[in-house]
């Protein structure tokens, strides 16, 4: 053995499991049933961006809730998700600041998948934001 302080052959090359609790995404935070999309759609308020609008409607769960809807024009699977993965994380990393309870659907554009992370997270803030003064008057 060349080392014999190296792992034996079936030791996993990968890291060991670490993430903490905030960092996931949990069904309690996701708009899961057609219904509640059409229930933001129809009752809730809208707000729009170069990238995507936003929809919301107050809710009594006491936290944010969180639906993407990413269409074919989008481009292709890769990129839509791509684009679902990086809005589910600005949501996740502000899920704590996001208040008052609002239930959020987020419809990308097309084009959407070219914008930087820095940018997407930006202008989601900045909507919610909108929507969370259009509430509060």
Same mark, same amino acid.
């Not at 014999?4 to 949990?26: H, I, K, L, Q, V």
């Given at each position: 053995?060349?080392? %014999?302080?190296?792992?034996?052959?079936?030791?996993?090359?990968?890291?060991?499991? =670490? /993430?903490? #609790?905030?960092?996931?995404?949990? /069904?309690?935070?996701?708009? =899961?049933?057609?219904? @509640? &999309?059409?229930? +933001?759609? @129809?009752? $809730?308020?809208?707000? #729009? *961006? =170069?990238?995507? +609008?936003?929809?919301?409607? %107050?809710?009594? !769960?006491?936290?944010? !809730?969180? #639906?993407?809807? +990413?269409?074919?024009?989008? $481009?292709? *699977?890769?990129?839509?998700?791509?684009?679902? /993965? +990086?809005?589910?994380?600005? &949501?996740?990393?502000?899920? *704590?600041?996001?208040? %008052?309870?609002?239930?959020?659907?987020?419809?990308?554009?097309? $084009?959407? *998948?070219?914008?930087?992370?820095?940018?997407? @997270?930006?202008? &989601?803030?900045?909507? &919610?934001?909108?929507?969370?003064?259009?509430?509060?008057?």
């Amino acid at each position: 053995m060349s080392c %014999p302080d190296a792992a034996g052959r079936d030791a996993s090359a990968s890291p060991p499991e =670490t /993430r903490n #609790g905030d960092a996931r995404f949990p /069904r309690a935070y996701r708009l =899961t049933a057609r219904r @509640e &999309f059409i229930a +933001v759609y @129809e009752k $809730g308020r809208r707000a #729009g *961006s =170069t990238s995507f +609008v936003m929809f919301a409607l %107050p809710n009594t !769960r006491g936290h944010c !809730r969180l #639906g993407i809807t +990413v269409t074919r024009k989008a $481009g292709p *699977s890769v990129q839509r998700n791509r684009i679902r /993965r +990086v809005l589910r994380d600005v &949501f996740r990393r502000h899920r *704590s600041e996001l208040a %008052p309870a609002l239930d959020l659907v987020v419809n990308a554009r097309p $084009g959407t *998948s070219t914008v930087p992370l820095a940018d997407l @997270e930006r202008e &989601f803030l900045d909507r &919610f934001s909108d929507l969370r003064r259009r509430f509060r008057s």
